[in-house]
């Protein structure tokens, strides 16, 4: 299962194990933490709905059009503070579906993240390992960080990075002026490696 803090994420931080995985059989679901609101100006219409729709595409795209997707629905860049009801709450439902859909590994951005939403994610995903009652293990991605040293890492089977950014260009709010002035990708985010490396956080008991 992979934990995405906003929708474009998915394919930034896991466009690669998405496609391998969901090509062996092994996706178990995409959990995306926020509504994606919060990269135009409030008032924005139809944002949260546009988000949703562009992740379905990236998705699709790269082989995971029949995998389920999972919206928590928490306000961009207004995350819940660990251990706050709602967090509790988001907590369980999380640890809920680990168990419903027999998941032994997490993939979600790692706590070195800058944006305050990465972060809430990784500590959103420890807790519903916590709770899970079944062993799973934690890795965790990077979008805006880089790899920590001396840390035990999983380099995933490639994928084409063509295809890869044509997944990205599914999340047309994000690269261009289609709903107004708002968040733009930075340029260098076009180039995707070919494989995602992921930092092992924690093994499976």
Not at 27 to 44: E, K, M, Q, R
Not at 81 to 103: H, N, Q
Not at 111 to 137: G, Y
Request: hydrophobic share 40%; with cysteine; aromatic share 4%.
């Amino acid at each position: 299962m992979i934990l995405a803090p906003h929708p474009d994420d998915e394919t930034l931080g896991t466009g690669a194990l998405i496609a391998h995985s969901a090509a062996t059989g092994r996706l178990g679901g995409i959990v995306f933490l926020t509504d994606g609101s919060g990269s135009h100006p409030a008032g924005t219409p139809r944002l949260a709905a546009t988000r949703r729709r562009e992740a379905g595409h990236a998705i699709r795209k790269l082989g995971g059009g029949g995998v389920r997707l999972h919206w928590l629905g928490w306000r961009d860049a207004h995350p819940h503070e660990s251990g706050s009801v709602a967090f509790v709450r988001s907590a369980k439902r999380l640890a809920a579906l680990l168990r419903s859909s027999r998941i032994n590994a997490i993939a979600v951005s790692d706590r070195t993240e800058t944006h305050c939403d990465h972060v809430a994610a990784f500590e959103l995903a420890e807790a519903a390992v916590r709770s899970a009652r079944r062993s799973v293990t934690l890795f965790a991605y990077h979008v805006w960080s880089a790899h920590p040293a001396s840390v035990r890492r999983v380099v995933t089977p490639v994928v084409a990075p063509g295809r890869r950014r044509h997944a990205l260009r599914s999340h047309r709010s994000q690269m261009s002026p289609v709903l107004g002035n708002g968040f733009r990708l930075p340029s260098e985010k076009l180039r995707m490696p070919s494989s995602d490396t992921l930092t092992v956080r924690s093994l499976r008991r």
